[in-house]
């Protein structure tokens, strides 16, 4: 029983090392900050507390970012944020980043999760979404 113990062992820490050679979480380049007219400072800076990583190309990989398998699923997180809302690119669609701040669906859940001390209160949600708005109807 504890030779296939140490053969289990074995064989988990040679898979653990051959993942970190699969470059796909690599992609850690920083571009272009995003060019947003926030009406308020207080408004940018929750921005970037809990949006930014994901929605602009301007993300503060944590260490964990780094080591496989958890550098995949950060850098999918990231590909789709940026796929779905990238203010990098372009200024656009804060009404719907607000109706999403709103409803609860952003940020998701998971980041909530491991990021604990980034969660948005009930009151910063506020001045975020009338941020946003603002900033729509000037668009």
Not at 3 to 20: E, F, N, P
Request: hydrophobic share 45%; charged share 25%; proline share 6%.
């Amino acid at each position: 029983m504890h030779r296939w113990l140490r053969v289990g062992l074995v064989a988990a820490a040679v898979i653990a090392v051959a993942i970190q050679l699969v470059p796909y979480g690599r992609d850690h380049a920083q571009g272009r900050p995003a060019a947003v007219p926030w009406p308020s400072e207080e408004a940018a800076t929750l921005f970037r507390q809990a949006c930014a990583d994901c929605h602009t190309e301007r993300t503060e990989w944590p260490w964990y970012s780094h080591v496989a398998p958890m550098s995949w699923l950060v850098q999918r997180d990231v590909d789709r944020g940026r796929e779905a809302w990238n203010l990098s690119e372009e200024v656009d669609d804060l009404d719907d980043a607000a109706e999403a701040v709103v409803e609860g669906s952003m940020p998701p859940w998971h980041y909530r999760l491991a990021h604990p001390g980034e969660r948005l209160s009930a009151e910063e949600k506020r001045t975020l979404v009338a941020a946003l708005e603002a900033m729509d109807e000037h668009d």
